[in-house]
């Protein structure tokens, strides 16, 4: 989550981004009553959480911390019970205990943020379906463990993620990196396509390999799962991307960047960000050493 805060916080400081959505102008908002939410939920996650920042003025000198908004009323609802969520000084975020582990298939949730000066902001999200458990394989290749994760996809839906969680008797890691000379390679750097819209209907497959000559002290897992996402998860990581490649081609190019800034999409009524739901496979174990 915290590639999510400092996302957001670095598009709401620059201020010369909009909505991808037709239905969200913030070119029409003053700056003071600008909220910039991002909030991600799924039925696998133990807790809620929520991101949210407020805009500053032109010219204002603005640092993450000078920039959260502390005293929002942040509820998530499914229609049936709703969560206030509170903010944790230590973490910068707004939190609460998930009670919607058992939502089911296409489950709508509510996103609603107001402050005490009057400014709110809301969204709506619905749970993709739950991914089928994946399958997999392994061999040895030329001093590599090569490992191949297969899943099926019935339903023909496109919007997926995957996710690997490396852990180890003395510690443990997220995505594809693990301790200072233990690393897990893969076919493509995921962040480059994924989350993707080209989940295929029916089989549907990512390989990675590990070195054979581990020099790690402890065992070593990895526990992987496919996360269907909803599209709207998927414009905001696509145009997140194009931003990204945008902001490169332009800080320190020696050839000007003629083309226009890149819109990232939000879909949060009446201010900037994303709110979002993800629905995860069971998942499947495997031991690297």
Same mark, same amino acid.
Request: proline fraction near 6%; include cysteine.
């Given at each position: 989550?915290?590639? *999510? %805060?400092?996302f @957001?916080? =670095? *598009?709401?400081?620059a201020l010369?981004l909009?909505?991808?959505?037709?239905g969200?102008s913030?070119? #029409?908002i003053d700056?003071?009553n600008l &909220?910039?939410?991002t909030s991600f939920?799924?039925?696998? /996650?133990?807790?809620?959480t929520?991101?949210v920042y407020? %805009?500053?003025?032109?010219g /204002?000198v +603005?640092?993450?911390?000078?920039? &959260?908004?502390? #005293?929002?009323?942040?509820?998530i609802s499914?229609? $049936?019970?709703e969560?206030f @969520?509170?903010?944790?000084?230590? @973490?910068?975020?707004y939190?609460?205990?998930?009670?919607?582990g058992? +939502?089911?298939?296409?489950?709508v949730?509510? *996103?609603r943020?107001?402050? !005490?000066?009057g400014? %709110?902001?809301s969204a709506?999200?619905v =749970?993709p379906p739950k991914p089928?458990k994946?399958?997999?394989?392994?061999q040895v $290749?030329?001093g590599?463990n090569?490992?191949k994760m297969?899943?099926? #996809?019935d339903i023909?839906?496109?919007?997926?993620?995957?996710e690997?969680?490396?852990s180890?008797?003395?510690?443990?890691s997220?995505?594809n990196?693990f301790?200072?000379?233990?690393?897990?390679n893969?076919?493509r /750097?995921p962040y480059?396509?994924i989350p993707s819209d080209?989940?295929l209907?029916?089989?549907n497959?990512i390989?990675? @390999?590990t070195s054979t000559? =581990?020099?790690?002290?402890g065992?070593l897992q %990895?526990s &992987?799962?496919?996360?269907n996402?909803?599209e709207s #998860?998927?414009k905001?990581w $696509?145009t997140?991307?194009?931003y990204?490649?945008?902001?490169f081609?332009? /800080?320190?190019?020696?050839? !000007?960047?003629?083309?226009?800034?890149?819109?990232v999409y939000?879909?949060i009524?009446?201010g900037?960000g994303?709110f979002t739901?993800?629905?995860?496979s069971?998942?499947?174990?495997v031991? &690297?050493k």
């Amino acid at each position: 989550m915290s590639r *999510l %805060a400092s996302f @957001l916080y =670095l *598009l709401m400081i620059a201020l010369g981004l909009a909505s991808c959505d037709p239905g969200v102008s913030i070119e #029409n908002i003053d700056a003071e009553n600008l &909220l910039c939410v991002t909030s991600f939920i799924s039925p696998q /996650d133990s807790t809620l959480t929520a991101y949210v920042y407020r %805009a500053r003025s032109n010219g /204002d000198v +603005a640092g993450r911390v000078s920039v &959260l908004e502390k #005293n929002a009323t942040v509820v998530i609802s499914d229609g $049936k019970k709703e969560v206030f @969520l509170i903010f944790d000084p230590i @973490l910068r975020t707004y939190k609460a205990l998930n009670p919607f582990g058992a +939502a089911t298939d296409g489950t709508v949730f509510q *996103l609603r943020v107001s402050t !005490p000066d009057g400014v %709110a902001v809301s969204a709506q999200s619905v =749970l993709p379906p739950k991914p089928q458990k994946p399958v997999v394989t392994s061999q040895v $290749k030329d001093g590599w463990n090569v490992f191949k994760m297969v899943w099926q #996809n019935d339903i023909d839906y496109p919007y997926y993620d995957v996710e690997g969680v490396w852990s180890s008797d003395i510690g443990d890691s997220i995505y594809n990196y693990f301790g200072p000379d233990i690393s897990v390679n893969f076919e493509r /750097d995921p962040y480059d396509y994924i989350p993707s819209d080209k989940q295929l209907n029916g089989a549907n497959s990512i390989s990675f @390999l590990t070195s054979t000559d =581990l020099d790690f002290p402890g065992s070593l897992q %990895a526990s &992987l799962r496919v996360i269907n996402v909803e599209e709207s #998860n998927f414009k905001y990581w $696509k145009t997140y991307r194009e931003y990204r490649n945008w902001g490169f081609n332009v /800080d320190g190019g020696i050839i !000007p960047n003629f083309q226009s800034p890149v819109r990232v999409y939000s879909n949060i009524d009446g201010g900037f960000g994303v709110f979002t739901s993800q629905n995860a496979s069971e998942p499947v174990e495997v031991v &690297l050493k």
